[in-house]
């Protein structure tokens, strides 16, 4: 499995320069609200997915003043080898991925080399937002274990952003459309099918981590809804071509996808308290976790933002037996209360590194 021994950031966020060794096993990253904890997450979940977990646009990413900023990291690979992993951005919009300082021909490439899960409080809009929360989600986690999956999902959207601008031209071609109705299905079915399985293998694993969490006081679930579920792409579109020609876009299709959390078969974003909203997200990113490291066949990184808060003390009890029984990988773990944070991290292993953060600079402890 990769293991992140160095990083070195240059004006990300509110890190000016900051250059940091890690333990191989855990790392505990402590200090106020505000100082750049999740700043630090931020910058190695960046080296990961090629962006921030927070930003959809990387205008946010600099820090004030800057017009540039750079991530390097050294990575121990699956074969015992260094790897050098670098992202340089440009406030021009310039953005390069390099590994052993080669340039990606296509950034995506770097998609899947150094697989990364994280559980933040941001996770949160995976219940209480739209539809497209949880796609993007699922898409994250395909898109690291099945490059196919990826490139099926970029022909779409490709394809969805052409049929759009037909759809809104005044005079479009119902003929044209057909034809490329087609060719949207045959990229939408890769897509609709790894998305059933993905929500097929994950949903016993969430309900199995939910229930040590919640100390099986509640059963937590999954469906995946899907216009394909009954009709083929083409068929779906060509019923729908009448309201999509009036509306001047596609209501239909994979895009439009989304995935059912419930508790007790009740939708959780209605019926769950804050702490057993925040118990299924922990329990849903874990599960994430386990299906990525059968695929990957190494352990993920595993980052874990705040992780502690809104949860009593009998599920943080519940989280730690999880951590500590199970064959994870590195992991880096953020929280405000540097007692508590060492109190649990102590109880589980003596290799860790602790550090502190203060306005964006880091001290190792």
Known sequence: MPVLEKIVISDFRNIGFQELVFSPNINCITGNNGEGKTNLLDAVYYLSMTKSAFSSSDKYNFKYGAD????GG?????????????????????????????????????????????????DISLVSESGEERRRFV???????????????????????????????MNFSRELLEVLDLRMEKAAQPVFEARKKFAEDIAPVVTQYYNILSSGKETAGIEYKSDLQQSSLAEVLARNMDRDAVLKYTASGIHRDDFVFSMDGHPIRRCGSQG????????????????????????????????????????????????AGNEFGQIFITDSNKVRLSGIVDSITSDRAYFEASGGNFRRL
């Open 139 to 169: 898409n994250s986690v395909l898109s690291q274990m099945d490059r196919e999956y990826l490139y099926s999902l970029q022909q779409y959207n490709r394809l969805l952003a052409q049929r759009n601008a037909m759809l809104k031209s």
């Open 74 to 122: 050294t990575y121990r690979m699956q074969n015992g080898l260094e790897s050098r992993f670098s992202a340089e951005v440009k406030s021009a919009g310039e953005k390069r991925f390099r590994r052993d300082d080669k340039p990606y021909t296509k950034i995506s490439e770097h998609i899947g080399v150094l697989p990364a899960v994280l559980v933040s409080p941001a």
């Open 276 to 323: 057993q909203q925040k118990s299924f997200l922990v329990a849903l990113k874990f599960a994430q976790y386990e299906i990525m490291k059968k695929a990957c066949g190494f352990a993920p990184m595993l980052l874990l933002d705040d992780v502690f808060d809104k949860l009593d003390m009998t599920r943080i009890s519940n989280l730690l037996s999880m951590v």
């Open 68 to 71: 540039s900023f750079s991530i």
